[in-house]
């Protein structure tokens, strides 16, 4: 069976690369204010028309961390603004998460192109594992990921762009590498985003509004689990909020990096205790969900491959890095980027998980909720439009 076969077979999906994705939302922001000539990579108009944001003076682009849109269909009474608002889906890349997708949504490239290839990854350099959300063990951000950043791209144009986020991360790895350009304002609350967010809704212009409440309740408590709910609520109530102190003129789009699966309970193999895990491996990188694996010198990664493939059976795909972008998982790939990727990586399916605990931390082994491959419950979030009366 073909790598790609295998996906299908296990009920995971590829991402719509150049149709309806994360990576046609700021573009599609920008062209809605007439800036879309600041996005080299794509025809930005076309994203505009094909996700259905309206022109506008002035776009807001929420996005919230954690909230898949199978999640939010699922708990729908309980953001009952979000369910008004005009909606569909579209897909993250690959892997689903953050740092991954905050890339994709930031210079419209998939991370074959950025290099942005998961939670953790080798750094090439090093041979030693960089961590993409706190940037430990990476080298300098704008040097890391290479591709164009849409937001600075369209500052350099003259247009007013503001960033709303914790102030920690003004300045930051991810942020440097994925989000930079414009103006930065810390404001620690949703409350204080949303303050920020109408107040300058008024001038021409695009604001990045990020929140990662959800995320973070999801990781710990599971998005089944009552917090979460609460943590949907007050979001609900924020956006609601913000969107009755939009100006005509302005327009709120809401969308999202990656969903999550509750793994309580779910299969879960450690590669530290298998041996036919660990044979011929020298670094596992990724996450729970998609692993990356790079080989000892001399291995052979299809004999890998099916080694890794018969030990988890159904509750994997496992590919050569040669399967996976042959089958448009990450996009084309650079190969100035291309040692990032394991020799071999592994999408999981269902709700089951692969750690290594010689590497990963007690905390991270402990998650309830967790993300990174190709279900529908991963891939899918939300986009959700509202145009002021």
């Not at 041979?127 to 959300?133: I, Q």
């Not at 080989?295 to 493939?309: I, K, N, Y």
């Not at 692969?354 to 991270?364: A, G, I, M, W, Y």
């Given at each position: 069976?073909?790598?790609?076969?295998?996906?299908?077979?296990?009920?995971?999906?590829?991402?719509?690369?150049?149709?309806?994705?994360?990576?046609?939302?700021?573009?599609?922001?920008?062209?809605?204010?007439?800036?879309g000539h600041a996005v080299r990579s794509r025809n930005a108009d076309a994203d505009r028309v094909r996700l259905g944001i309206p022109r506008a003076k002035h776009v807001i682009v929420a996005v919230v961390d954690g909230l898949g849109h199978q999640q939010l269909d699922a708990r729908r009474g309980h953001a009952p603004f979000l369910r008004?608002?005009?909606?569909?889906?579209?897909?993250?890349?690959?892997?689903?998460t953050t740092a991954t997708s905050l890339a994709l949504f930031g210079t419209a490239e998939p991370a074959g192109r950025t290099g942005m290839a998961g939670y953790s990854v080798r750094n090439p350099r090093t041979?030693?594992?960089?961590?993409?959300?706190s940037w430990e063990g990476a080298y300098r951000a704008e040097e890391w990921q290479p591709r164009p950043v849409l937001l600075e791209e369209a500052a350099r144009e003259g247009l007013t762009v503001t960033t709303l986020g914790q102030a920690r991360f003004a300045g930051?790895?991810?942020?440097?590498?994925?989000?930079?350009?414009?103006?930065?304002i810390g404001a620690e609350r949703l409350a204080d985003r949303v303050d920020v967010a109408a107040g300058i809704a008024g001038r021409p212009g695009v604001s990045y509004?990020?929140?990662?409440?959800?995320?973070?309740?999801?990781?710990h408590r599971g998005w089944g689990s009552g917090e979460w709910v609460a943590a949907l609520e007050d979001a609900d109530a924020e956006f609601k909020r913000l969107a009755r102190s939009l100006p005509k003129d302005a327009v709120l789009v809401v969308t999202a990096d990656h969903g999550m699966l509750d793994v309580t309970g779910a299969p879960r193999w450690d590669v530290a205790d298998e041996p036919g895990l660990a044979q011929d491996v020298e670094l596992v990188a990724g996450e729970q969900r998609a692993v990356h694996l790079h080989?000892?010198?001399?291995?052979?990664?299809?004999?890998?491959?099916?080694?890794?493939?018969?030990?988890?059976g159904t509750h994997a795909a496992v590919g050569t890095r040669e399967d996976v972008v042959a089958?448009?998982?990450?996009?084309?790939?650079?190969?100035?980027?291309?040692?990032?990727?394991?020799?071999?990586?592994?999408?999981?399916?269902?709700?089951?998980?692969?750690?290594?605990?010689?590497?990963?931390?007690?905390?991270?082994?402990?998650l309830i909720g967790v993300h990174g491959s190709l279900t529908p419950e991963e891939l899918h979030v939300p986009l959700l439009t509202i145009v002021p009366d």
């Open positions: 069976m073909t790598f790609e076969a295998r996906l299908a077979a296990v009920g995971l999906e590829k991402p719509d690369y150049g149709g309806r994705e994360l990576g046609a939302v700021l573009p599609a922001a920008l062209a809605a204010v007439g800036a008004s608002m005009v909606s569909g889906s579209i897909t993250a890349g690959f892997p689903t041979g030693g594992l960089a961590n993409l959300v930051s790895g991810l942020t440097q590498a994925a989000l930079r350009g414009g103006d930065f509004l990020y929140w990662g409440e959800i995320d973070k309740v999801g990781h080989l000892t010198a001399g291995a052979d990664p299809d004999a890998v491959v099916a080694r890794w493939q018969d030990i988890l089958a448009g998982l990450v996009g084309p790939l650079d190969d100035a980027v291309a040692a990032r990727f394991g020799d071999v990586i592994v999408a999981m399916a269902g709700r089951a998980t692969v750690v290594d605990s010689r590497t990963q931390t007690p905390q991270s082994l402990q």
